[in-house]
């Protein structure tokens, strides 16, 4: 499924960079833009970052899930994995709502 339309990523690029970064550290804050970076691409209009968003959220907690890491741990990640991500989409939306009025 195309994600990026202004970039042509496909859900699957974005959740196997996803991965490679966990790989990296299982425990770093994985960002929309982080992803974009680590794939040499960045974002134009960022109409898909709720989308890259989700799944972040979805890739990192099967990625703990799989590998069996310590429940605590994930629970604690997870939750203030989702809070970051919360404030992420609503700083994005509301940005978007800013450029609309003025444009
Ligand atoms: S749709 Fe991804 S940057 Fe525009």
Redesign the pocket.
Known sequence: ML?????Y?TDKEIVSTINELLDEDCWQLIVPAKV?HAMAK????????PT?VDLIIQTTEAYHANRRSEDEKVVDFMERLRRFHEEQRAAIQERRQRMAKTA
């Open positions: 994600v990026c339309s202004c970039n990523i974009y960045r974002g134009r209009c960022c109409g898909c970052f890259v």
